[in-house]
Structure formats: C-alpha cells, structure tokens
C-alpha cells in the first residue's frame, strides 16, 4: 500500500487561507466604489414603485379606512347609548 497521504498539512491550510483572504480583500477594495451607485440603482426604481403603488392604493385605503372609523365611533356611540338609557330610566320615574 502507498503511505502518502493526500491531505494537506495544517500549514498549507494556513497558507491557502490567507492567500484566499488576501484576494478577497483587494476584489471587495476594488469594488467597493460600485457599491453605492449599485445600490442607488436598485433601490431608487423599487422607492418609485413604492410610490406608484401607495398613489395607486389611496383611492382604495382611504374609504375603506373612513368606513371602519365611522363604524367604530358608531359602535361606541351606542354602547355609550345603551349603558345611559338605563340609568335615565331609573332617575325618570316620579
């Protein structure tokens, strides 16, 4: 049987990660300057499509948003209502 081994030695591990480190760091110092006007290019068309959509859903939200207010004050209003109604029923008696 053969003896050698095809693992490599720890050293060469060490070696082979810094060597990739190294690399790593001049690729993301070299392409750092497009970050941002990467990020500018993408974020900017998806805030205008935000915006279309708000324009497009306010005619939709804004009723419905009216509507569930006018019931909620609604509902308090007659349980306001219907909690005095008993009270004025008591005191009215002569």
Known sequence: MDERT???SPADLAGE???LMAGLGIL???VFPLALPLLILVIGPLAVLALAGLLLALP???PVWLA???LSVLRERR???AAVA???RHTSSP
Request: hydrophobic share 50%; proline share 10%.
């Open 6 to 8: 095809d693992a490599p």
């Open 17 to 19: 990660a810094g060597a």
């Open 28 to 30: 993301t110092i070299q």
């Open 60 to 62: 939709i939200l804004v």
């Open 68 to 70: 569930r207010k006018l």
């Open 79 to 81: 349980r306001r209502g």
């Open 86 to 88: 008993p009270a004025l």
